[in-house]
């Protein structure tokens, strides 16, 4: 079957595509330092040209590759036949979390917050994301679950281990350790998303302590020194805190059953365990587990969002270096039209989301101001339900860009694209991002009303953008019934209003005009580089990567 999509090289050339060299990952990412700046993080920018050095470098991407190939091991027992239930990793995975705990990503929000501090971390994590995905899980997890247990008595027991920029990999009792990590467990096999069908028990033990029987279905990151849980609590579900160790030096009997065989995300553990008595701390008023998890996932589903923006920067940078140097049909891809067309609309894409993650977290960052509040609350799920989608859409096309190179897994594009599914899927499936989406909007009917019409008057002179607006206020009237049947379109409509309001101030006309022109203006589908107008320029991809 053949693949490849190009002809034979040029002679005297093989014409295959050099590696991506060292670059700085911030520096040439003018997306991301505008979002920066206008977030308020602008005075964060030496330590993230630092980083963005350091994290371009070619042999991090090289590293990364193996990580992914070489995923981790579990080890139930040991030599004499006793239980340790460990999960092995590739050396390479310290050292990507290493990086991360040195970024702050787990928890320096908190620690240290401030103007612009989910902002800045919300750039690490764009950044970091772009190398290694695998690693992003358990420092998405610690970080959401520091503001739950903050408000515990016990918390600062643990908080100088959560602030810690070392990363400690060592299987020991917290007393033993100088930093932790902190993993999730909700969903079980009956259940899925539907928490309240959750049959995991625990009984109290006095003192604040429960013991857990039951099982969880998805238990991510188990090597991590403590996880949240949820477990039947009396007649209802409690959040509970499950340490690794306990305080006598002994192992709590959480057994992992297998690790999951997973698509991508494949440096990461995900497994199954087993609770025989495992003791947990509840955390969250008693009952109330299910709506201590909706606070947390509303920071995890931020980072879902984060996540697939840094997969299509990343996708994006290798489709336009691929163009760049392959030659086809006597040209280089990049000076063929309808690969421009597509290339531009692909960067449309990967701009728009970054821009609209970054303001995201500018929002978290204000947690005093209801307007910021609300918008939070409706935009993280419509957010991580759109971007989300598109990543497993842009991935794909940019892989198609390196044609049959970009099939095989010897180059970044099969990685890439087996990693976009996994965001639209955890923390939430599509359909229920779209469904708290309009719950969001029944909590907050007057907040988004007057957002919608806002920025629609805010850009008068854009037709487009309050014929959206005026779509989106007409389906909101609807009854529930005919909100949930466009619980989809309400959702994409809401985030493409934001991110043509988000480029019309910010980027250049290259950009904005082309992304509502292409978006709002008319109907194009969602095929890359079926607009019916044409979007490339050279401003619009140097801007994209100037390589």
């Not at 090597?223 to 340490?243: E, I, K, Q, T, W």
């Not at 970044?412 to 469904?435: D, F, H, K, Q, T």
């Not at 909007?441 to 309050?466: N, V, W, Y």
Request: glycine share 10%.
């Amino acid at each position: 079957m053949q693949l490849e999509h190009t002809t034979q090289g040029m002679p005297g050339s093989d014409n295959q595509v050099p590696d991506l060299p060292d670059c700085n990952l911030y520096l040439t990412d003018a997306a991301l330092i505008e979002g920066v700046r206008r977030e308020h993080a602008g005075d964060r920018e030496a330590e993230l040209e630092t980083w963005g050095e350091r994290l371009g470098r070619a042999d991090l991407t090289r590293l990364a590759a193996e990580v992914n190939r070489q995923g981790p091991v579990l080890r139930a027992f040991d030599r004499r036949g006793m239980r340790i239930d460990v999960v092995e990793f590739h050396p390479g995975w310290s050292e990507f979390l290493s990086l991360a705990f040195a970024q702050g990503m787990h928890g320096s929000a908190w620690v240290d917050p401030g103007p612009g501090a989910q902002v800045a971390r919300a750039a690490h994590y764009l950044m970091h994301g772009q190398v290694e995905a695998g690693s992003l899980c358990p420092v998405t997890m610690t970080s959401a679950a520091i503001p739950l247990l903050a408000r515990e008595p016990w918390f600062a027991g643990i908080q100088p281990l959560l602030a810690s920029r070392q990363y400690d990999d060592r299987d020991l009792p917290l007393a033993e350790k100088h930093a932790m990590m902190i993993g999730m467990g909700m969903t079980e096999r009956q259940g899925g998303s539907d928490l309240r069908a959750n049959l995991s028990r625990a009984e109290p033990q006095g003192e604040g302590w429960f013991r857990l029987s039951g099982h969880k279905w998805f238990f991510s990151s188990p090597m991590s020194d403590a996880h949240l849980v949820l477990a039947r609590d009396g007649d209802g579900h409690s959040c509970f805190y499950m340490p690794r160790w306990l305080d006598d030096g002994s192992r709590n009997p959480v057994y992992i059953q297998r690790l999951k065989d997973k698509l991508g995300n494949r440096s990461n553990a995900s497994s199954e365990v087993e609770f025989e008595g495992a003791m947990g701390r509840r955390i969250g008023e008693p009952g109330r587990g299910i709506a201590t998890l909706v606070e947390m996932a509303s920071y995890t589903r931020l980072d879902c969002v984060l996540g697939s923006a840094a997969l299509m920067r990343q996708a994006l940078v290798q489709g336009i270096h691929h163009a760049r140097h392959r030659r086809a049909f006597g040209r280089l891809l990049i000076d063929q039209p309808l690969m421009r067309q597509v290339l531009a609309d692909l960067a449309l894409e990967s701009e728009a989301a970054t821009a609209l993650a970054l303001r995201l977290a500018g929002a978290f960052d204000h947690p005093e101001q209801p307007v910021e509040q609300a918008l939070r609350r409706l935009l993280t799920p419509a957010a991580k339900f759109w971007v989300c989608k598109r990543a497993i859409d842009v991935t794909a096309e940019c892989m198609e860009i390196w044609g049959g190179n970009g099939y095989v897994e010897d180059g970044p594009m099969a990685r890439l694209y087996r990693e976009a599914p996994v965001n639209s899927i955890w923390e939430g499936s599509g359909n229920v991002m779209c469904l708290d989406v309009l719950r969001a909007a029944r909590q907050e009917s007057q907040h988004l009303a007057q957002m919608i019409d806002g920025l629609a008057r805010t850009h008068a002179g854009e037709p487009a953008l309050r014929a959206v607006a005026d779509r989106l206020l007409a389906a909101l009237a609807l009854d529930a019934q005919g909100q949930q049947s466009l619980a989809r379109m309400i959702s994409r409509d809401l985030v493409l209003l934001v991110q043509a309001d988000l480029l019309l101030r910010q980027a250049p006309d290259a950009v904005s005009r082309t992304f509502v022109d292409s978006r709002l203006g008319a109907a194009g589908g969602d095929v890359f580089g079926a607009r019916p107008s044409a979007l490339a320029s050279d401003a619009l991809l140097r801007r994209a990567w100037p390589g």
